[in-house]
């Protein structure tokens, strides 16, 4: 596919990055539970999907700037109770 070329507009753009982290994000959270599910599948599944998520991410080319603000915007909503 070597004339593939992609073309996101900004919000298409912050979305996909927004995506990717929650679902990076939900890994995290399986692989932490892992011990009181079926452990060794559910950590390997877990971080299988982070390392695919990051590979995403990677080879998106993504500003790190946006990366990190738009996890800072996910995580906040995701975390929404005050004991997370």
Request: some cysteine.
């Amino acid at each position: 596919m070597t004339e593939w070329k992609h073309e996101l507009n900004r919000e298409q753009y912050e979305l996909l990055i927004d995506s990717l982290l929650r679902a990076s994000t939900v890994a995290t959270v399986i692989e932490e539970m892992a011990d009181s599910l079926d452990p060794a599948t559910l950590k390997e599944m877990a971080v299988a999907m982070r390392e695919r998520v990051t590979d995403c991410l990677l080879l998106g080319n993504f500003e790190e700037d946006d990366i990190k603000a738009i996890h800072k915007d996910v995580m906040a909503a995701m975390y929404t109770k005050p004991d997370a």
